[in-house]
């Protein structure tokens, strides 16, 4: 097994060099492919001497795909550790961050240890059967088994973290060495045809894939094997976390305008079918004085409702539609039609103002309760197109902000008696999403043809979006996400010191009149000393209460505004 003192170093950067030297290498072998395929040795040639020359060029066709396979083969088994290794990253800040949070100790070894654990005497185990004890000294004690309890529990669950890093750094080890040796064999995975249209490389990531296996995935495509998948699959490609925004844009408004052509297609057939059926009533309650028969009537109620449900999908396709256009600068980096399936409700959407791609500073904004694409989209674009033009006005560069309604926000609580506001399941699953997004362009980011590589992202979140955006920055990779923001919270998951972003690094506002911020649904993270209080009000401050974070011009809206390009409380 890999010891913990030998993996307290990786990162999931550690295999960038590697990658970006085997893409390299891969899209010259395809360059290789096509000028092989384009040699003809048939054409007017006949004899010994023709034949020779086919048999050679088919040994150099075979040589070419097996090569372009063992480097698809590689490719994929350094993504794979790559991913692994970000795991283990993440898993050693987990023990160290529970370690330092209640002073434990690891060892080299991997050992934690409690040098300050929390000792209860004999007698105050029974204290709750002395009469003579004053009811102070009962919760006194009370509180002190508590303390114990909870260290306890943390203990347990540092050393877990330690057990789980080492596990996955050995599997991750074993693994990569094996794909190393089968390809130093000479043993492909599978061999191709050597016209396929990804040699050596599979032509979608799988579902299950993590965001730095598809991007560099992606990375390794030439130029018009990625125009080919945009084309062949804009449904995947536009919501793949892990590609370059341009190319997710130009997908997603494709797929975008072609939702909006078949809805209308459907709403004229549907319109067709109901003035034709309402007018033959007509005729008939005029000449025969009998109404549709039941069949008719039938079909002309499927018709309307189908009608009506399909003028809310237009409505919603028309709320994106419009916010795109309200600046020549944004990008589509999520269009995702509700399924219905659960955490999958909704149509989820995500529009940039800034090209994410090139810009210094990317900012994801997390909506909360009654978030929808037909009601909100429209008035997170102008926010975030207010919030980059201040952000941009402090002079630290370039700036992207991402309006994401990337989960099923909950209703209104008195929306069909809905109320999961009050819990955290949209939160938790919610921020899993999240968390995979801004990994995504941390990741795509390391395409050297589209983007810069260093970028300093931050998530900003608003009302429950905040619980659910603690949730995906409690878990998201190291080094991903720069600074965190909230205002109006409802509460964040355990607390600061939990997240994943640099220590100091986490600021929450709060009107004194906001009835919702608070701590029902975790942590109240204005009261949390892991977070950095930022004065939402100043002298000018004429809207306050739960609405008043994001107002144009606002002294709460400039605070956020300095988090975002990284002078958070200055």
């Given at each position: 097994m890999v010891a913990w003192s030998d993996i307290t170093s990786w990162t999931g950067t550690g295999l960038d060099t590697v990658l970006d030297d085997l893409i390299a290498e891969r899209k010259d072998a395809v360059e290789s492919r096509d000028n092989i395929a384009s040699i003809d040795v048939s054409t007017g040639w006949e004899g010994a001497g023709a034949t020779a020359a086919q048999e050679r060029l088919t040994q150099l066709k075979?040589?070419?795909?097996k090569h372009l396979c063992l480097l698809g083969d590689l490719i994929t088994a350094t993504s794979t550790a790559q991913t692994g290794m970000g795991d283990v990253e993440t898993l050693v800040l987990e023990a160290q961050t529970i370690a330092d949070n209640y002073g434990f100790t690891i060892s080299d070894d991997g050992t934690v240890t409690d040098p300050n654990p929390v000792k209860i005497q004999w007698y105050e185990k029974f204290s709750h059967s002395y009469a003579d004890l004053n009811m102070s000294h009962l919760n006194s004690n009370d509180t002190k088994q508590q303390e114990k309890i909870d260290r306890e529990t943390r203990l347990k669950e540092c050393?877990?973290?330690?057990?789980?890093?080492c596990n996955k750094a050995t599997e991750v080890d074993n693994d990569y060495k094996t794909s190393l040796d089968n390809v130093a064999n000479?043993?492909?995975?599978?061999?191709?045809?050597?016209?396929?249209?990804?040699?050596?490389?599979?032509?979608?990531?799988?579902?299950?894939?993590?965001?730095?296996?598809?991007?560099?995935?992606?990375n390794s495509l030439t130029s018009s094997e990625k125009e080919e998948m945009v084309n062949s699959y804009p449904d995947r490609i536009g919501n793949l976390d892990g590609i370059d925004a341009v190319t997710r844009n130009e997908a997603n408004r494709?797929?975008?305008?072609?939702?909006?052509?078949?809805?209308?297609?459907?709403?004229?057939?549907?319109?067709?079918?109901?003035?034709?059926?309402?007018?033959?009533?007509?005729?008939?309650?005029?000449?025969?004085?009998?109404?549709?028969?039941?069949?008719?009537?039938?079909?002309?109620?499927?018709?309307k409702q189908s009608l009506e449900s399909i003028n809310s999908k237009l409505t919603e396709l028309e709320a994106i539609s419009t916010s795109l256009n309200k600046s020549s600068d944004t990008q589509l980096l999520l269009y995702d039609p509700a399924t219905g399936e659960n955490g999958h409700e909704l149509t989820h959407a995500a529009i940039s103002i800034g090209n994410v791609d090139t810009a210094n500073h990317v900012a994801t904004y997390v909506p909360g309760m009654t978030t929808n694409v037909t009601d909100s989209m429209e008035n997170i674009t102008n926010d975030m197109l207010n919030m980059k033009d201040d952000a941009e006005a402090v002079n630290a560069g370039s700036v992207a902000t991402i309006g994401w309604i990337g989960y099923d926000c909950p209703p209104h609580p008195l929306t069909n008696n809905d109320w999961s506001v009050v819990g955290t399941g949209e939160a938790e699953m919610g921020g899993q999403s999240l968390a995979r997004f801004t990994e995504g362009i941390q990741d795509s980011r390391n395409d050297g043809d589209v983007g810069v590589s260093s970028v300093h992202q931050s998530v900003i979140a608003h009302s429950y979006g905040s619980t659910t955006a603690s949730y995906g920055v409690e878990q998201v990779r190291p080094g991903v996400v720069d600074d965190f923001c909230v205002f109006g919270s409802p509460g964040v998951k355990e607390g600061g010191w939990d997240m994943n972003v640099p220590e100091g690094h986490n600021y929450a506002l709060g009107f004194s009149n906001d009835g919702v911020s608070g701590s029902y649904l975790g942590r109240d993270p204005v009261m949390d000393p892991d977070f950095k209080g930022l004065n939402p009000k100043d002298a000018d401050t004429t809207k306050t209460g739960h609405s008043g974070y994001l107002v144009n011009g606002s002294h709460a809206?400039?605070?956020?505004?300095?988090?975002?390009?990284?002078?958070?409380?200055?």
């Amino acid at each position: 097994m890999v010891a913990w003192s030998d993996i307290t170093s990786w990162t999931g950067t550690g295999l960038d060099t590697v990658l970006d030297d085997l893409i390299a290498e891969r899209k010259d072998a395809v360059e290789s492919r096509d000028n092989i395929a384009s040699i003809d040795v048939s054409t007017g040639w006949e004899g010994a001497g023709a034949t020779a020359a086919q048999e050679r060029l088919t040994q150099l066709k075979d040589v070419c795909i097996k090569h372009l396979c063992l480097l698809g083969d590689l490719i994929t088994a350094t993504s794979t550790a790559q991913t692994g290794m970000g795991d283990v990253e993440t898993l050693v800040l987990e023990a160290q961050t529970i370690a330092d949070n209640y002073g434990f100790t690891i060892s080299d070894d991997g050992t934690v240890t409690d040098p300050n654990p929390v000792k209860i005497q004999w007698y105050e185990k029974f204290s709750h059967s002395y009469a003579d004890l004053n009811m102070s000294h009962l919760n006194s004690n009370d509180t002190k088994q508590q303390e114990k309890i909870d260290r306890e529990t943390r203990l347990k669950e540092c050393s877990d973290a330690v057990t789980s890093a080492c596990n996955k750094a050995t599997e991750v080890d074993n693994d990569y060495k094996t794909s190393l040796d089968n390809v130093a064999n000479g043993q492909a995975t599978e061999i191709e045809d050597f016209n396929d249209s990804t040699p050596g490389l599979s032509n979608l990531p799988p579902e299950n894939a993590s965001t730095e296996q598809v991007a560099a995935w992606w990375n390794s495509l030439t130029s018009s094997e990625k125009e080919e998948m945009v084309n062949s699959y804009p449904d995947r490609i536009g919501n793949l976390d892990g590609i370059d925004a341009v190319t997710r844009n130009e997908a997603n408004r494709k797929r975008l305008s072609n939702d909006t052509q078949s809805y209308n297609d459907k709403k004229m057939e549907y319109e067709r079918t109901i003035s034709e059926l309402e007018n033959i009533q007509k005729d008939r309650l005029l000449t025969e004085d009998r109404p549709l028969t039941d069949s008719e009537q039938e079909e002309l109620q499927f018709a309307k409702q189908s009608l009506e449900s399909i003028n809310s999908k237009l409505t919603e396709l028309e709320a994106i539609s419009t916010s795109l256009n309200k600046s020549s600068d944004t990008q589509l980096l999520l269009y995702d039609p509700a399924t219905g399936e659960n955490g999958h409700e909704l149509t989820h959407a995500a529009i940039s103002i800034g090209n994410v791609d090139t810009a210094n500073h990317v900012a994801t904004y997390v909506p909360g309760m009654t978030t929808n694409v037909t009601d909100s989209m429209e008035n997170i674009t102008n926010d975030m197109l207010n919030m980059k033009d201040d952000a941009e006005a402090v002079n630290a560069g370039s700036v992207a902000t991402i309006g994401w309604i990337g989960y099923d926000c909950p209703p209104h609580p008195l929306t069909n008696n809905d109320w999961s506001v009050v819990g955290t399941g949209e939160a938790e699953m919610g921020g899993q999403s999240l968390a995979r997004f801004t990994e995504g362009i941390q990741d795509s980011r390391n395409d050297g043809d589209v983007g810069v590589s260093s970028v300093h992202q931050s998530v900003i979140a608003h009302s429950y979006g905040s619980t659910t955006a603690s949730y995906g920055v409690e878990q998201v990779r190291p080094g991903v996400v720069d600074d965190f923001c909230v205002f109006g919270s409802p509460g964040v998951k355990e607390g600061g010191w939990d997240m994943n972003v640099p220590e100091g690094h986490n600021y929450a506002l709060g009107f004194s009149n906001d009835g919702v911020s608070g701590s029902y649904l975790g942590r109240d993270p204005v009261m949390d000393p892991d977070f950095k209080g930022l004065n939402p009000k100043d002298a000018d401050t004429t809207k306050t209460g739960h609405s008043g974070y994001l107002v144009n011009g606002s002294h709460a809206q400039h605070e956020i505004a300095k988090v975002i390009v990284g002078k958070g409380g200055e």
